[in-house]
């Protein structure tokens, strides 16, 4: 079994779930007009979503992703449930090549099912304050926006490039300590840093579960678990379908992820270590272009 010890406060805050409902022209010259607008639309409405959802990350730090081990818990969820669910997250996770940890790992990705989630989240600041003691106020903040259906952060650390933990020295005068990496590694033109997440939360509202499937569930919650992105809100755009618009419209929400899901956390993963965040933008259309728009050819 695994253990819910990085989340022991948590615990606290949560119970048992009820269980889940479950005119002629040239055919040629037709042809090439329709797809050149199709593939414009396509990246107007990729590059839309992917600005909308897109949490940017500090100033001049990389993305941060999943580069450790992760060990999924369910926390709120019928047993039988939740192991379904995890599998779920597990086999997403195994497509981006995200290792899974062993039996009897401490959970570090951890999804549970709540009353109240900002009201969860509120007192989980004040009762377990180190599941957020890497976050910045704005970046707290953030974790309340959104369709209000879910709420989800990630405590992340910068690591040097190749994984090593930064030393810790003291620099000026007074003394003041500072992070830094391998001077022998660092050039002026490349940041050699990398940001790992090291912890995901994400919170269900669990009066919103019933008509939602398990596989929507758990393609959700791997999308915020696996990237810093947030879920469609009411006032957000509607460019193209994502899973992530499962707590705004659940009957119009998609059964799984999409093929703009699927391109998003790929673009993701494969980006070089040190990218910056606004390099997702053209990533995540290239791949999207790549799986959708060339098959289609």
Not at 259 to 271: I, S
């Amino acid at each position: 079994m695994k253990k819910l010890t990085i989340c022991s406060a948590v615990a606290l805050c949560l119970s048992a779930a009820a269980p889940l409902l479950a005119q002629d022209t040239d055919p040629a010259e037709e042809v090439i007009i329709v797809t050149g607008e199709r593939e414009q639309e396509a990246m107007e409405r990729v590059e839309g979503m992917t600005r909308a959802i897109t949490r940017r990350p500090r100033v001049d730090k990389p993305v941060a992703r999943q580069y450790g081990q992760i060990c999924v818990g369910v926390m709120g969820m019928d047993p039988a449930y939740a192991g379904v669910l995890i599998d779920r997250i597990e086999a997403n996770a195994r497509r981006l090549d995200i290792a899974i940890a062993g039996e009897g790992c401490q959970v570090n990705t951890l999804v549970a099912f709540v009353d109240d989630g900002p009201e969860e989240v509120k007192q989980l600041r004040k009762e377990a304050p180190w599941l957020f003691s890497t976050l910045l106020d704005y970046e707290y903040d953030r974790i309340l926006r959104g369709s209000g259906g879910a709420h989800a952060w990630h405590s992340t650390e910068e690591r040097e490039v190749d994984g090593k933990q930064l030393a810790v020295i003291e620099v000026g005068d007074p003394p003041r300590q500072v992070k830094a990496g391998d001077p022998f590694n660092a050039t002026r033109m490349t940041q050699q840093i990398r940001m790992d997440m090291i912890g995901s939360v994400v919170l269900m509202e669990r009066a919103l579960v019933p008509g939602k499937t398990l596989q929507q569930l758990a393609d959700y919650a791997s999308m915020r678990s696996f990237a810093s992105i947030d879920d469609m809100a009411s006032d957000g755009p509607d460019t193209t379908p994502t899973i992530l618009s499962l707590f705004l419209d659940a009957d119009a929400a998609p059964q799984e992820m999409t093929e703009f899901d699927w391109a998003y956390l790929e673009a993701l993963y494969r980006l070089p270590r040190t990218a910056r965040g606004e390099q997702i933008h053209d990533a995540a259309w290239s791949e999207y272009r790549k799986k959708v728009i060339r098959a289609k050819d």
